[in-house]
């Protein structure tokens, strides 16, 4: 394998890298132009179809070599629908591979497809726009699978399981409440995060009687939508008009399209159409010349080399610029180098700044690529427009996902508080936080609030509620609900971007399958029954969610507004933790704001920062930002498992009342009432 290590020899790289963007299968209705970049290859065919599948090709048409390494053909005809591959020579090993950069294939993407992009928008696509957004913090992320939202009976679909299913509005539940878009709109959330939706394996789109389910994280085609969320995988244009209705459909109800992208490794690695194009370029190698397995699927892409970076952000453009797709999030990103990242943010930004980018910064096994150039957690902040996921957070509020009995905060885990604490300052640089007593990092990863993702559930592992099953073994439910509650009321409260898990708001269940990748419908699908059984639970989401929304003081833009406003109390017991935002921070207009968690089985007395008049807008049945009740003091005590939120836009200092929040209408009251006095002086005068 020596003769492979030339793909990373300056030398290779100035010769062959080729920035064109006129790779693939450019269509016009009156030619074709196909490119493929393959600088070994010895000859390459371009084979065309009629069919997409158990047919032979009605022509070969020998490609010329052409520059930096690639090779070109022109078909001057109409070849909208036609079923394409590449025959590419490789020495005496000869490869027949669909196009890395198709923008259509056949069912199960066995061929490309040449395809006119424009005849496949919906009516009124050209005028879709993004919905308004400011700052990645202002994002409330929600996770899910698109057959997971709709596939149930419950969901009230025409199309279940499908992208059109997902972009039907008016859907109900026999029980009269709202499913799917409807759902998302009436929560509140700004961004719909879906699991992987390019084209992917393991799944046969041509038997959709056999019910299969995959979550999606085994890349075939990456620029082409799957087909088995379309109503017609045979027909090549439809997955992407229906997909690009699904998008306009969201936008138009005000929610933004995050995609999940699966770049760090592919479904296969010596069948991969990549390999198959330029054997052992785009895949990385270990120290014995095999394919390296960071990913812990077989093997992983080498993102460094720079035409698999071109490739990535190529890619991306094209499902932003295409599909008006609103973000990404990166699977395994510390498999991907901090410059692939950083020209990825670069890239994107050129088009539209509010689009978010954030992924796991982690890796699953040992890769080559090193520690210093992973875009792992640790190096966040040399990525500063890049975002992370928070797993001190997640662990640390309801236990650690690998041990399934481990508990955490909420459900009962001691000397948690530290690292909740580093999750409410977004992994931030806090003086009042003890970073020798989180769970892992010892030090803040991030440089700003905006480059961290806080969460206590995902599609992996247990759900919420599964996971608190496991770690309360004899607790009644009212006991988890109080648990499960507080879980993400540490989440909607803290300082970064929040995400949650598709139908954690009322108590999702996979029945304590962890890994449900692969489970039947009756595993993964969301039962919307179950939004009529905890219609409370809901609620309770639904105004945290309002909560953060129309009180800024809860999304912080910079670690130093943070560092200003956001104080710590001192705990009076263990598992308790509070802490204060004040003096109106980020433009907020309450003045002074508390946060309280009591993780015990009894009842603990906060002492708040000031004596004044505080109106509790969050306890442990109701959420929002409507006043609950008010009371006029400098402490309270709060129920077992139990969260609060106060605010106070008055005080009082040595027993004389300030009042914060609108000094102009408590000027109003003064004159109006200095003009009452004089009117009375002068019906008295007159008296007398």
Known sequence: ???????????????????????????????????????????????????????????????????????????????????????????????????????????????????????????????????????????????????????????????????????????????????????????????????????????????????????????????????????????????????????????????????????????????????????????RLDENGNFSNGSGCGNELASERPMVRKYIIDSLLYWVEEYHVDGFRFDLMGLHDVKTMNEIREALDQVDATIITYGEGWTAEKTPLPVTEQAIKNNIHKMPRIAAFSDEGRDGIKGHVMYRDQPGFVNGAINMEETVKFSIVAATEHPQVDYDNINYSKKPWANQPHQTINYVSCHDNLTLYDKLVETTEGLDMETRIKMHKMSNAIVLTSQGIPFLHAGVEFLRTKNGDENSYKSPDTINEIVWHSKYDHREIVDYYKGLIRLRKEHPAFRMTTTEQIQTHLEFIDPSVSNTIGYTITNSANGDVWEDIAVLFNANTSEVKFKLPHFGVWNIVVDGERAGTETIRSFTGDEIVIKELTSMVLYSNEKQVNEVKVVERNKTNFKNVAVAAGVLGAWWLLRRGKKK
């Open 1 to 283: 394998m020596d003769e492979y290590k030339k793909y990373d020899q300056d030398e290779f790289n100035e010769t062959f890298f080729y920035e064109g963007s006129d790779l693939g299968a450019i269509y016009t209705k009156e030619k074709t132009t196909f490119k493929v970049w393959s600088p070994d290859a010895s000859k390459i065919i371009l084979m065309l179809y009629d069919k997409g599948y158990n047919s032979k090709p009605y022509d070969k048409i020998k490609m010329k070599k052409d520059e930096k390494g690639t090779f070109t053909t022109v078909v001057s005809e109409d070849l909208q629908g036609v079923y394409y591959t590449y025959e590419v020579h490789h020495g005496k090993t000869i490869y027949e591979t669909v196009d890395i950069y198709a923008k259509a294939c056949s069912v199960n993407g066995q061929r490309g497809m040449v395809v006119d992009l424009d005849s496949t928008n919906p009516e009124g696509f050209e005028n879709d726009t993004r919905p308004t957004f400011v700052h990645p913090t202002d994002a409330i992320i929600y996770e899910a699978h698109v057959r997971d939202l709709t596939i149930h009976r419950s969901a009230g679909c025409e199309h279940p399981g499908k992208f059109l299913g997902l972009a039907e509005v008016g859907t109900t539940s026999p029980e009269g409440l709202a499913t799917g878009i409807d759902h998302l709109v009436e929560m509140g959330i700004t961004h719909l995060h879906l699991l992987p939706i390019f084209d992917f394996g393991s799944i046969d789109e041509t038997k959709p009687e056999l019910l299969q389910y995959n979550w999606g994280y085994a890349p075939v085609n990456y620029n082409i939508p799957e087909g088995s969320f379309s109503t017609n995988p045979l027909d090549g244009t439809v997955r992407i008009q229906e997909l690009k209705q699904l998008i306009q459909t969201l936008h138009k109800k005000g929610i933004r399209v995050i995609m999940d992208v699966v770049y760090n490794h592919t479904q296969d690695s010596s069948e991969s159409n990549f390999h198959k194009t330029v054997p052992y370029y785009y895949h």
